[in-house]
């Protein structure tokens, strides 16, 4: 190789470090949605102080159950006085917000630029992220707590109107729609064979995103309201009727159910899949930590009550809310509580994890933003 070669080989290395650098960096510092990211796993890139610490906090004037997306330096999230709220992450001051008429349970995905989510009167907005101002709107006939999917040109989302809808990133105009036999609750995930939905007509499906069809329609017989989290062609997810399920995508095949032999009560909350475990928590009170590739339990955590809030890791601990109003963090390696703060308002809301800090909203309208005091001294807090 010569001098040459070898300086123009050199310099494509440097940049293409740069690049992976700059990519690593740009997911500590966001998490684009409901579970951080297109396959939903709930797992941050983020690490957190070991004593997390109020930082500051936001009043809204409705419950919030909307998850927070994080992008550069400012949290946007819904709230049920029907408004979307831009913040600044360093202290929770407004930026501005868009009335969107009625309640946001759902969770807006952010993508280049954009913000996508849904209302409860059934409009789908899509809305500048820098200012507010609406893109385009969609409207259909049932709630959306669907959070969206952003892929190949199409926003995919679902209603209470039984409709998995496929529509331009462009203008929101609808390019396809399938109908289900029930609400669809739960957001769809990105996989190789499309985006993955399961809806409470029991049915998960993989649907090609440019065109609509079906790639896998799996008849799990059972109602649910969890999103899957997928890894490669395998997804993840729970049902209402107490179980969990691993699923090979290709071969339309369950690979493993588990069920806990005692306290079955139906999981409503997403889990959140790392590289050992599947976490999920339930109406039994308990989060459980589950061998992701045998089913098999590796433990269980009573935590005195019910858990909607679907759980996030971040370094060697889960976090989630409960009905109770804890926030609560775990030990990964053997589930003893290692954290917990007291809110005292039923917390649906998942938490949302970026630039060391933690995000999360409540039912008494606030949304709380937890990190370190030290590293944080503008901060404010407006409760």
Partial sequence: MNKRIKQQANALLALLFLTLSASAEEKKDSWLGFRGGPQLKGVAQSELPDKLERVWTFMTKGSVESTAAIYDGTVYIGSGDGKLYALHLSDGTEKWHFDAGSPVNSSPTYHEGALYFGSETGVFFAVHADNGGEIWRVETAGEIYSGALVVKGRVVFGSYDGYLRGVSIENGEELWKIETDNYIHASPASSELGAVVAGCDGVLRAVDPITGAENLNLNLEDYIGSSASVDGKTAFLASY?????????????????????????????????????????????????????????????????K?????????????????????????????????????????????????????????????????????????????
């Fill in 241 to 305: 009727g107490a179980r969990a399920l691993a699923i090979d995508l290709e071969k339309a095949d369950i690979l493993w159910e588990y069920k806990h032999p005692t306290r079955q009560f139906p999981f409503l909350a997403s889990g959140a899949l790392t590289e050992k475990m599947y976490l999920i928590g339930g109406r039994d009170k308990t989060l459980h930590a589950i061998d992701r590739k045998t089913g098999k339990p590796i433990w269980t955590k009573p935590v005195g009550s």
């Fill in 307 to 383: 858990i909607d809030s679907s759980p996030v890791t971040a370094g060697g601990r889960v976090f989630f809310g409960t009905a109770g109003g804890e926030l609560i963090a775990l030990r990964l390696t053997d589930g003893e509580i290692v954290w917990q703060y007291e809110i005292g308002s039923d917390i649906v809301a998942s938490p949302s994890v970026a630039s060391n800090k933690l995000v999360i909203g409540a039912a008494d309208g606030v949304v709380y933003c937890f990190g370190s005091l030290e590293k944080n001294e503008g901060s404010s807090d407006s409760r």
